[in-house]
């Protein structure tokens, strides 16, 4: 079995161990033996996505999709990671640095504030009462809030 081969099929092994970072190694190096070792690309683009370098992941799987023929396995895997690395591509783009729980809300809806003990009957201006706030939406509890003076 030749080296590159060896290199690839031990990366494999460190990708279901969890050492990403030594698969991408091991395929860069089998790749600079025989860079038409398919099943090596394939390999470093999954190191790649799990450690969080999806554009260059997805240089690899297009390469990938250009040169094997369709309809193939590992034409057919490289689609599916493709497919997998454009929705992440996509999600990155449109997060903004905001508040964690900011994103669930629009101006359009209404907050409602329920308190563990009935609030004063009258506040008078300047006086103040503790208010906790739990941000949820229908997919659970994101984060809770407790305002106090």
């Known amino acids: 079995v030749p080296l590159c081969k060896?290199?690839?099929?031990?990366?494999?092994?460190?990708?279901?161990?969890?050492?990403?970072?030594?698969?991408?190694?091991?395929?860069?190096?089998?790749?600079?033996?025989?860079?038409?070792?398919?099943?090596?690309?394939?390999?470093?683009?999954?190191?790649?996505?799990?450690?969080?370098?999806?554009?260059?992941?997805?240089?690899?799987?297009?390469?990938?999709?250009?040169?094997t023929e369709w309809g193939s396995a590992v034409n057919t895997r490289a689609l599916d990671i493709k497919r997998r690395l454009e929705r992440l591509l996509w999600q990155e783009s449109q997060t903004v640095e905001t508040n964690a729980a900011e994103h669930l809300f629009?101006?359009?809806?209404?907050?409602?504030?329920?308190?563990?003990?009935?609030?004063?009957?009258?506040?008078?201006?300047?006086?103040?009462?503790e208010v906790a706030v739990f941000v949820a939406n229908e997919f659970g509890l994101f984060g809770s809030r407790k305002f106090e003076t």
């Open 106 to 129: 629009t101006a359009d809806q209404t907050l409602r504030l329920n308190f563990r003990t009935p609030p004063p009957g009258a506040v008078a201006a300047g006086d103040y009462f």
């Open 6 to 67: 060896y290199l690839c099929n031990r990366a494999a092994a460190y990708l279901g161990a969890g050492y990403h970072s030594e698969a991408k190694k091991d395929c860069n190096v089998a790749l600079s033996m025989d860079p038409l070792l398919d099943k090596a690309m394939l390999r470093r683009a999954l190191a790649c996505e799990a450690l969080g370098k999806h554009r260059e992941a997805l240089a690899d799987v297009q390469q990938l999709q250009n040169r």
